[in-house]
């Protein structure tokens, strides 16, 4: 016979710090070499949920409306490590390793990679409702563009 106080599962407290992206966010991107104008826009969903009781966090993103890739991330973290890692795929068959840190409002993603690297800053307001980001790449580590723009909001 199982124990059940034992056998409980608790979340990951090592998450803790990200409870406040979950739920829905409106994703619109803008800034990018890969729309069709300088001015253009696009509109997508992304959704922060636990998964694995807590275990991990999942970011979905990407609506097939908008033409944008579907893409998961798979966030956790090692307990004695300040930063997290995110597993990350999308239906290009993308598939990609970053670090990632959040404390005191910024949110940073950053993956080093010969021949392409990435590097994520969000911002995110006191109300927590915006997070105002961009990414830049790079193709040799050291010299960076500019990449796209992303405002999230609920």
């Known amino acids: 016979m199982k124990n059940t106080k034992q056998n409980e599962y608790k979340p990951n407290p090592s ?16 800034n990018a070499s890969f729309l069709p104008g300088p001015h253009a ?7 922060f949920e636990w998964i694995e009781e807590g275990g991990y966090l999942a970011m979905h993103q990407g609506d097939r409306n908008t033409g944008n890739p579907i893409a998961t991330w798979l966030i956790s973290r090692d307990e004695l490590k300040k930063e997290f890692a995110i597993f990350y795929y999308d239906d290009r068959n993308v598939s990609r390793i970053y670090q990632m840190s ?26 927590g409702k915006t997070i105002t980001a961009g990414w830049e790449k790079s193709t040799n580590g050291k010299d960076w563009v500019h990449d796209f723009d992303l405002i999230y909001t609920r």
């Open 102 to 127: 959040f404390d005191k409002g910024v949110w940073k993603i950053w993956r080093k990679a010969n021949g392409f690297s990435q590097r994520f800053k969000g911002i995110i307001s006191k109300d």
């Open 41 to 47: 826009k696009v509109y997508g969903k992304t959704s």
């Open 15 to 30: 998450l803790k710090p990200l409870e406040m992206l979950i739920g829905n966010w409106v994703m619109e991107i803008s």
